[in-house]
């Protein structure tokens, strides 16, 4: 899996990134992490406001942080369409 957060290194994206990193422990999952602050890159993504979150090239979240409940379901849907 691999995830991208989306965002100039704002608080908010930050804590996009944190949040997903417990997330992700808490779920034993293993993913590549890559925070992208340059905006010509986060712009090659459909969003309009950061943060953002990409999973496997498919932006799931934009604008916002989302509850630690629903990032749960998020990074769990896009596992299953992994398998």
């Known amino acids: 899996m691999i995830i991208k957060v989306l965002g100039s290194g704002c608080a908010r994206c930050n804590q996009m990134e944190t949040l997903t990193r417990e997330v992700l422990k808490e779920m034993g ?10 905006i010509k890159k986060i712009m090659e993504y459909p969003i309009m ?10 932006l799931v979240v934009s ?7 629903k ?3 998020i990074i769990a849907n896009a596992l299953a369409k992994e398998k």
């Open 49 to 58: 406001s950061t943060p953002g979150l990409v999973i496997n090239e498919q």
């Open 71 to 73: 990032l749960n379901q």
């Open 29 to 38: 999952v293993e993913a590549s992490i890559e925070h992208v602050r340059e």
């Open 63 to 69: 604008g916002k942080v989302p509850d630690k409940a």
